[in-house]
């Protein structure tokens, strides 16, 4: 019953606005590689580590209502791809592989209330943290269940190049529809132009006039915009949306940082355009999930939908590969490598 | 074929920001008293115009898209209860009594588009100018087929004495919700908790810390929140909905002065609480004007249902009950008498 090390990263304290590394720590803990006695737990040994945005609402004081926010001592929580070392629980077994919730070290005895067995691994294995994971479950919610797209119809995606939008794109091309990304770099625009298919993109950071940005792109109006930004963005898509458009809101990345939120606006649009803004985490559509892998896995193997993360190589560079998220470092989806098997 | 005298409510010129009495003349018409050989126009004696506060989006110079602004020159348009005079539609006869779309004069030659013969008038006639036409089928709407309510569900209605929120107020009690309407004063409030039958009322404009107060009326936090007002009020509600509240937004009336609208900071608050927010107009829900007659009229002569109209008399005083809503001025429903029959 040997104890080894088990590398972490810690918080060191609450945050407010962004985090930044120095709100993570590196600590080197040590744990009994057993489940203990009467315990339903399963000890996962973690390969990849999924860097998400949500995050940062969990670093602060008080969480979401119906989250458990983050513990000052205590490692990070989040998605992960990782292998099972012994299994307290009958569903799962030695050797398995999962995805779904772990922490941010290199063992983790966890209570396994969100844990999907992996059955499928001719594909790369941290697309479980992606593609095939929470962020594409949620672009797929999002757009097919909230979104209810129609052949033909106009998107906007904001963030397009993220681990989910890079998704929303190739769904809503998939489902004909014209569909256009924004997103913060000329590396990302080129990616989404010539890599994921999207019809058009723009780097917002280039444009003073997003309203303008988005009459010269949609002069017909926007049908549905897939929003993982908020603030100025929406507040032009909202002069831009069609009669009954919709807007699944899956994130405001560029709000998270709550000290200071950007305004919006032009809210009372949403009235005679009938819009619909709907909020949604993904947890509420996992039910879905076989049918998510069944629509998607054919598309991925025949390489009709591709994937691009960045990848972090280590615990010790975690902190930086989060913080990045909120200035939009990551080019794709940001994946932390724990170990590769 | 007499002409006779035809008053007239006439937009002077296109409105910025919130309308004053003076960007309307009253000019003194004539109109010949006949339906022109081949049409198949109506022609009504107008007996009530309805004062609604969406009004002020047709008086500017672009209009919201799929809406006819007003014309400088021209009378205003708007719903009403009239007497068809002459009628060349088959649908229609003279004597027949009226709601619908108007405009703001004595006579009106108008095509019907949308025009609902008044089967019972064993109620007020005014009534269909609020409580069982427009106002009345939008509370109906928005509350029971987007606010989706529960029995023992938290509803909160802002401008909740208006000719809307005081329905969507009692459809609340009668689905056994717990409800608490906002309003401008404290003749408004007393009218809420004394003969309206919400639960509570207060005075937001007596409020100094709007989220505080929503928390102190709503410890449990919001179901539904019927929006009227938009502003700050919609941004204390997001910091106070549930899990999978929903926000029929009905209008923004604190907004439409839209040169210098407030700003909205707590739309990430929909993310984490699922919250629905949606925009709507009551066109959309005209085919369930019978079903919605079959609910009400049995509640308004039992007297469970009950009204409160805020009365003008005569077109000249057109422009000032027009733009009272957007100063709070009227307490209820408010009606401009034109004639009485």
Redesign the interface.
């Known amino acids: 019953m040997a104890q080894v090390r088990n590398k972490q990263v810690v918080l060191r304290d609450y945050v407010s606005g962004f985090p930044k590394e120095s709100d993570m720590d590196i600590v080197e803990g040590t744990i009994e590689l057993k489940v203990p006695e009467g315990y339903n737990d399963v000890l996962l040994k973690n390969l990849y580590l999924s860097c998400d945005p949500y995050m940062v609402?969990l670093m602060r004081d008080i969480g979401?209502?119906?989250?458990q926010n983050y513990t000052p001592g205590s490692p990070l929580t989040g998605y992960g791809v990782s292998k099972v070392i012994e299994s307290g629980h009958p569903n799962y077994k030695k050797g398995d592989l999962v995805w779904g919730f772990t922490k941010w070290e290199e063992f983790s005895l966890v209570s396994p209330t969100l844990l999907f067995k992996i059955e499928h691994t001719d594909v790369p294995l941290s697309y479980y943290t992606g593609i095939l994971g929470m962020p594409g479950m949620t672009a797929y919610a999002g757009f097919f269940e909230l979104g209810s797209p129609k052949n033909g119809e106009n998107v906007f995606v904001s963030a397009a190049s993220g681990a989910v939008g890079q998704l929303v794109g190739q769904f809503a091309k998939l489902t004909g529809c014209y569909v256009v990304g924004s997103a913060g770099s000329k590396e990302k625009v080129d990616l989404l132009k010539n890599k994921l298919g999207f019809d058009e993109a723009f780097n917002y950071k280039e444009e003073s006039d997003l309203d303008a940005t988005l009459k010269r792109y949609f002069p017909e109006g926007i049908d549905i915009y897939f929003e993982n930004v908020?603030g100025k963005t929406?507040d032009a898509v909202l002069l831009n949306m069609r009669?009954h458009g919709r807007i699944p809101?899956?994130?405001?990345v560029s709000?998270?940082n709550?000290t200071q939120?950007?305004?919006?606006?032009?809210?009372?649009?949403?009235?005679?355009?009938?819009?619909?803004?709907?909020?949604?985490?993904v947890n509420?559509f996992y039910h879905l999930y076989p049918k998510f892998l069944e629509f998607l896995l054919p598309h991925i193997r025949e390489g009709k939908v591709v994937y691009v993360e960045d990848r972090d190589e280590g615990l010790e560079n975690g902190p930086a590969a989060l913080v990045g998220l909120y200035s939009g470092r990551n080019v794709g989806k940001q994946v932390l490598v724990v170990a590769r098997d």
């Open positions: 609402a979401p209502e119906g989250f908020g929406l009669v809101v899956c994130g405001m709000q998270y709550l939120p950007e305004s919006v606006t032009n809210l009372a649009h949403i009235i005679f355009k009938r819009v619909l803004m709907q909020g949604f985490i509420d």
